[in-house]
């Protein structure tokens, strides 16, 4: 996906408004809320954080190195690389990690700033919802990440998992895919392109 220099700088502004958004949510979290089971499989709410903090500051390096220590496996290596991290700081200092980078516009190798933007969506939405919390997705910023999603492949493979769908956005205009109507607010569509709600359960 090639985005304008006038979009990529408004998904900046969006990135940071969400990281600012997510830390005052997390502020609110219990001790036992932070252990709580995350989206994620294997994740507590904690790891997720980490994972957010380290995939927003990654250089290339690193990467590797971590990579080589997971036996070449990105999903170990970003199982592993959070949960170390989580497990040697406290809420606090995540938090106050969080609140420090609201404004860091890094790419690690090979993407942008929907990038960014894409993942705190999703996994905000991978913390939030295990406790009962709502998180409203503004809707530009929900569009940019679900077009992202569908055009990358790798690593949720929207376009092949879901073939044989035509996805329409009834809040916004966008429209993917060809076949059986599925029809959602964008925020479920992006959540559904990226695995965390299946068709059956968008469907009337």
Not at 116 to 129: F, K, N, P, S
């Amino acid at each position: 996906m090639n985005i304008t220099d006038t979009t990529e700088e408004l998904a900046w502004r969006a990135v940071a408004a969400e990281r600012a958004d997510l830390a005052d949510l997390l502020q609110e979290l219990t001790e036992a809320q932070w252990d709580h089971p995350s989206l994620c499989e294997g994740w507590q709410i904690r790891d997720v954080v980490a994972h957010i903090l380290l995939t927003s500051q990654a250089k290339l390096p690193w990467l590797l190195w971590q990579t080589a220590l997971a036996r070449g496996s990105i999903a170990r290596m970003n199982s592993g690389t959070a949960i170390r991290y989580a497990g040697r700081r406290s809420p606090e200092d995540l938090i106050t990690e969080l609140r420090a980078i609201t404004g860091l516009r890094h790419q690690p190798i090979a993407t942008n700033a929907v990038d960014r933007l894409m993942d705190l969506l999703v996994h905000g939405h991978d913390i939030a919802a295990p406790l009962g919390i709502h998180r409203d997705m503004p809707t530009d910023a929900a569009r940019w990440s679900a077009d992202r999603v569908w055009q990358m492949g790798w690593p949720f493979h929207a376009r092949r998992t879901l073939a044989g769908h035509r996805l329409t956005a009834t809040d916004t205009n966008w429209s993917v895919g060809t076949g059986t109507p599925v029809r959602a607010p964008i925020a479920d569509l992006l959540l559904l392109v990226t695995g965390r709600k299946s068709v059956t359960g968008l469907r009337p």
